[in-house]
Nanobody, 122 residues
């Protein structure tokens, strides 16, 4: 099995910064794309940012220029640096990854973390 564990959420004032981290562990053969999603009550989960194993990144329009996604392939981690936070960034943030588990090759599976709360006060 593969597990994703997020950390780094919390309460911050508008204009502040937070860094979220996600670490994957378990029977990992390789990880392809890694992503950060967020969700607020009553709304669908929204893709915030993604990064390929080669380092190509994509962002939701709402966070472009403020958020930066990065990863360390050797450590199987992905970070999300969030600057100039706004109250509308308040959500539970989830880490997501496309994982090849060596116990289930060649099937790729999507793994999710448990989520971390980010609250931005005005």
């Amino acid at each position: 099995q593969v597990h994703l564990v997020e950390s780094g959420g919390g309460l911050v004032q508008a204009g502040g910064s937070l860094r979220l981290s996600c670490a994957a562990s378990g029977s990992i053969f390789s990880i392809n794309a890694m992503r950060w999603y967020r969700q607020t009550p009553g709304k669908q989960r929204e893709l915030v940012a993604s990064i390929t194993s080669a380092g190509s990144t994509r962002y939701a329009d709402s966070v472009k220029g403020r958020f930066t996604i990065s990863r360390d392939n050797a450590k199987n981690t992905v970070d999300l640096l969030m600057n100039n936070l706004k109250p509308e960034d308040t959500a539970v943030y989830y880490c997501n990854a496309d994982v090849l588990d060596y116990k289930n090759l060649p099937t790729q599976v999507q793994c999710w973390g448990q989520g971390t709360q980010v609250t931005v006060s005005s």
